[in-house]
């Protein structure tokens, strides 16, 4: 498996469906100051773009837009083939300073145009809705969205933290490109999501994808590294590439090492036995 995987996101919504690298790349941990972490933040945008990616995805929430500003920093004007994605649908409340779902429509248009001002496009070509607001009725946070859409503002609509009935409401009104919801080798607690996605050709970009200060605690990990002469990282990673074409990661970094280690995740060639043995893992978990 190569670093030109590819998968096709969003044939079906009224425009050609984009076509992007499978590995792709988290900017959530790029900090935007102080100014010597911002200039390594803008060196590792870049360096990820150099290395192959072609999508990168971000969101409001970070930094309240600041991690957007970061990236049309570092990288527009964009290349052709890049694809960055954001996340609407949170607001800090004020004067705590705290984050809320907010799926309000007068909310999510508010925090579109301002997505489209700090990447400095006219269209957000992928929009995902970050959480579904329980106190906001679907057909209108997702009616904005489509409202959106039809406006030229936004290419295709995704979701983040759903379950399989959740998508499937969702879809009843609106098309859906992609969903974004927690999964990796050690945890598979939205796998029937994962199979919806895959089954009707939606892209699934699993956050968090490499299991935080465990993956290489897991002796099948481990072994299956020193197999390969790779890092358990790189086998995490490459266990996500195999097990389902629909699957798009999106591992973050604020390191270039570390990045240049994610992307060669993407060569790494996992064989059955291998994959049967990770297969397990969930199941039956290691002491």
């Excluded at 995805?57 to 990288?75: C, K, M, S």
């Excluded at 290419?155 to 409401?169: K, M, P």
């Excluded at 970009?205 to 020193?226: D, F, K, M, N, Y």
């Amino acid at each position: 498996m190569s670093t030109f995987s590819t998968f096709r996101i969003g044939g079906d919504q009224g425009a050609r469906a984009l076509e992007v690298g499978r590995l792709s790349f988290g900017a959530m941990h790029l900090p935007a100051e102080p100014a010597a972490d911002r200039a390594n933040a803008v060196a590792v945008a870049r360096r990820a773009v150099e290395l192959g990616v072609t999508l990168i995805d971000t969101a409001h929430l970070y930094g309240g837009g600041a991690n957007e500003e970061l990236l049309a920093e570092a990288l527009h004007p964009y290349p052709d083939d890049l694809l960055i994605t954001t996340k609407v649908g949170f607001t800090r409340s004020q004067p705590s300073g705290e984050w809320r779902n907010d799926g309000r429509p007068d909310s999510l248009r508010t925090q579109v145009d301002e997505a489209l001002r700090r990447l400095r496009v006219e269209r957000l070509e992928l929009l995902q809705l970050h959480r579904l607001d329980p106190e906001v009725p679907l057909p209108e946070q997702l009616g904005a969205l489509r409202e959106l859409r039809a406006a030229g503002k936004v290419g295709r609509i995704g979701l983040s933290e759903v379950t399989v009935a959740e998508l499937a409401d969702a879809r009843e009104i609106v098309d859906i490109a992609s969903v974004q919801n927690r999964y990796n080798l050690l945890d598979r607690e939205h796998e029937p999501v994962l199979r919806a996605c895959e089954a009707a050709g939606i892209a699934f970009l699993p956050w968090r994808p490499v299991a935080w200060g465990s993956t290489g605690e897991q002796a099948t990990i481990a072994a299956i590294a020193h197999e390969l002469d790779a890092t358990p990282t790189q086998i995490a990673l490459a266990w996500l590439l195999h097990r389902s074409p629909a699957i798009l990661p999106i591992p973050g970094t604020a390191r270039i090492p570390h990045l240049e280690e994610n992307v060669a995740a993407a060569r790494v060639e996992l064989t059955p036995t291998h994959m049967e043995s990770l297969d397990g893992l969930a199941e039956n978990p290691e002491p």
